[in-house]
């Protein structure tokens, strides 16, 4: 244990931001570092307890009571090893999760929880700076060819691992880049692309090959696939858009929220786009529905391109300021969060349902919708949707994006062309345990399998997978696996 009264000297100190009025200036991180003295008082608030629900509430089984006291301890890359040992990027998680492990936290029962996710980040930046990630080569190699199909962080956990159990390992990307969401999605100003290039070098020299620009399905065929390949899996997240069919939807200035965010992290990189295509929030009155991450994200960008007004309209009801009764800890709460680019500026409505798009000479002007409430549930059991009457409103609107989130993979090409089976939601049927498809030698893992969630579920998703791949091509697996952790 860190310090056996850490947790009553030290009061919680949350991750530092940037100021508003500067990052709001450029692209940059908005997280800011904080002095080693003051995450040290931070993990000494770690109270080691005899059964650490944060372990178990990380997806990934970080075992963070460890890595706090060996931080507090100064044994910073002993507490690297031990976050290595159950996560290939705590770099990403340590940006961009949203710490359900905190939620679980023991101390957040009746104080404020541990700051885990800043320790987590903290520690892998430290271990960049001093150069101990280095690559990690295998011993021997099996002679074993996977092909990896997607390079978001379910893909590249998964090549990482499979690299490392001696597996002669290609990742396949249809992009130009390698990264999925946290390349294209994810923006800038919450995850810098450097960080990412900087992890594919260290898998390149591991032997990793990177193939991007090859759409498997089409460029590569199914039948191509399985006769290159000793095994595959699928990592092709989930990338069908939930549209809003409704009346106006074909106006100009209605988009779906990843072609906005996609262009502006391709701005970012340098790409020269074409500026008739172009989807710039600035001097626009934009409207954003759906309040998750995604449209977060939009929120944020919105800000940075000089948008005249952002409004993000979502057709759930406003969730609770404090921890709802329906989820008790230590499960993820039902609660009101505000993200980095909430704080930024703009306004959010909660219970708005959109009814139409208005505009003139086929560009959209307005949105017109109605309040709504949810009544007694229905015969499945969900609650009624209802109107309410004469709550009719109407916003200017002339740039829309469509951030309600994803449906399942997308099925044409790689999906029906190996004719894997489905779940009934459209997402690759596999289990937890073999990972496998219905098609023997062929795995999924990620959003494509589990619908679309978070990045430290996809980064565990493929750590698995690559054990259960490893476990089919040798018959047993060295990797290690959650499980055998908590
Ligand atoms: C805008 C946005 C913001 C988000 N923000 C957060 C956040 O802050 N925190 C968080 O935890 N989660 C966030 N998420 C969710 C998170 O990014 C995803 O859950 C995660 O990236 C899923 O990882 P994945 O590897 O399964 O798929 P993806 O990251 O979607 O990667 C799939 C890759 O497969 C490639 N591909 C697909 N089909 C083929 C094919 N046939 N051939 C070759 N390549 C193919 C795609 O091009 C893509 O690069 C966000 C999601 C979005 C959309
Ligand atoms: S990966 Fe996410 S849930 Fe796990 S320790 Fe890090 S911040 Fe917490």
């Not at 490392?164 to 946290?182: M, Q």
């Not at 001097?283 to 929120?299: A, E, F, N, P, Q």
């Not at 609660?335 to 306004?347: A, D, K, Q, V, Y």
């Not at 997402?427 to 430290?456: H, I, K, W, Y």
Request: hydrophobic share 35%; proline share 6%; charged share 25%.
């Amino acid at each position: 244990m860190a310090k056996p009264t850490g947790f009553l000297e030290y009061g919680r100190e949350d991750t530092p931001y940037r100021p508003v009025e500067e990052r709001l200036r450029d692209w940059n991180e908005v997280q800011a570092d904080a002095p080693i003295e003051r995450v040290k008082a931070q993990a000494a608030r770690c109270m080691d307890c005899g059964i650490p629900f944060c372990n178990s509430g990380c997806p990934l089984g970080n075992i963070i009571p460890d890595w706090n006291d060996l931080l507090y301890r100064d044994k910073m890359e002993d507490a690297l090893l031990r976050l290595h040992s159950t996560n290939n990027f705590p770099e990403f998680t340590g940006l961009v999760c949203p710490a359900p492990c905190e939620a679980a936290c023991v101390l957040g029962i009746n104080d404020d929880a541990v700051t885990i996710k800043q320790i987590e980040w903290e520690i892998i930046r430290t271990g960049w700076e001093q150069g101990w990630v280095v690559p990690v080569k295998p011993e021997r190699r099996t002679g074993r060819s996977v092909a990896v199909v997607g390079s978001g962080p379910a893909g590249l956990s998964a090549a990482q691992q499979l690299s490392r159990a001696g597996h002669t390992v290609t990742l396949f990307e249809k992009n130009d880049r390698i990264g999925g969401l946290l390349r294209y999605g994810i923006p800038e100003f919450k995850l810098e692309k450097w960080i990412i290039d900087r992890r594919l070098d260290q898998m390149r020299q591991e032997g990793v090959s990177f193939q991007t620009g090859v759409h498997v399905g089409q460029d590569l065929s199914a039948a191509e696939l399985r006769r290159s390949f000793d095994a595959a899996l699928l990592c092709l997240g989930a990338e069908e858009p939930r549209d809003l069919p409704t009346e106006g939807r074909d106006l100009d200035g209605i988009h779906f929220a990843m072609d906005f965010l996609t262009q502006q992290n391709r701005r970012g990189a340098g790409d020269e786009l074409d500026p008739a295509k172009d989807i710039l929030a600035s001097d626009r009155h934009v409207v954003i529905l759906g309040g998750g991450d995604t449209g977060s994200d939009c929120v944020g960008t919105s800000h940075r391109h000089k948008a005249r007004s952002v409004t993000s309209i979502e057709l759930l009801e406003r969730p609770p300021d404090h921890r709802s009764p329906t989820t008790p800890w230590p499960s993820w709460p039902l609660l009101f969060r505000t993200s980095s680019s909430h704080e930024e500026g703009g306004t959010r409505e909660y219970a708005r349902m959109t009814k139409r798009f208005e505009g003139r000479n086929g560009r959209v002007e307005k949105l017109v919708g109605v309040e709504v409430r949810f009544g007694e549930p229905d015969e499945s059991g969900r609650p009624r949707l209802e109107e309410i009457p004469g709550s009719d409103f109407e916003m200017p609107a002339d740039l829309v994006l469509l951030a309600m989130g994803f449906l399942h993979p997308v099925h044409a090409g790689i999906v029906e062309g190996l004719g894997v089976r489905l779940d009934p939601r459209g997402n690759v049927m596999a289990d937890t345990g073999e990972f496998a498809t219905s098609e023997p030698g062929v795995f999924a893992a990620g959003d494509c399998r589990r619908g679309q969630s978070l990045v430290v579920w996809a980064q565990w998703e493929g750590r698995e997978a690559a054990r259960a791949v490893d476990q089919y091509l040798m018959g047993r697996s060295r990797l290690q696996s959650r499980s055998a952790l908590v």
